[in-house]
């Protein structure tokens, strides 16, 4: 089924614009949340990724976060800069650079389930949880998973 049409399509009623508008809003809102982290809200993506062993290398990162090898590779240099992870090549296979959070890393991903939960329920506040339930639902179907 098509929803739009050449005559139809307009920019700012689309869903692309809301759902980038909407992503934007909620980046800013995190960023601000996690300033005294000295963390983005995309580092907090690698961070988190990292704590629950759902990926451990620059390219399960990529593929899960959505950002090309060239940014997580930038990303992965600020946040060893900070001394919040470190890198090591596989035995195994030289050319797999595995991920590991240092103490401080560690230190600073235990704070976050603190710190996101209170920014995403502030956006949240005015959905009914059935609203709630429903928006997650046709944002990962719209997602494709």
Known sequence: MEHYTKD????????GFAIN?????????????LKDL???TQQMG??????????????????LLGIDTGLMTRMLDKLETKGLLERSRSLEDRRV??????????????QLPEIAPVVLNNRLKDFSRAEFKELHR????????
Not at 97 to 110: D, H, I, P, Q, Y
């Open 46 to 63: 690698i961070l988190l990724s990292l704590t629950s062993g759902i990926a451990t290398t620059p390219f399960e990162l990529s593929k």
């Open 138 to 145: 046709l944002l990962f179907k719209f997602l494709g998973d």
């Open 21 to 33: 508008k909407a992503r934007n809003v909620l980046v800013t809102e995190m960023d601000s949340a």
């Open 8 to 15: 139809s399509f307009s920019l700012t009623r689309s869903v």
């Open 97 to 110: 650079v595995n991920l590991k959070l240092t103490e401080k890393g560690e230190e600073v991903a235990s």
């Open 38 to 40: 000295d963390i983005t």
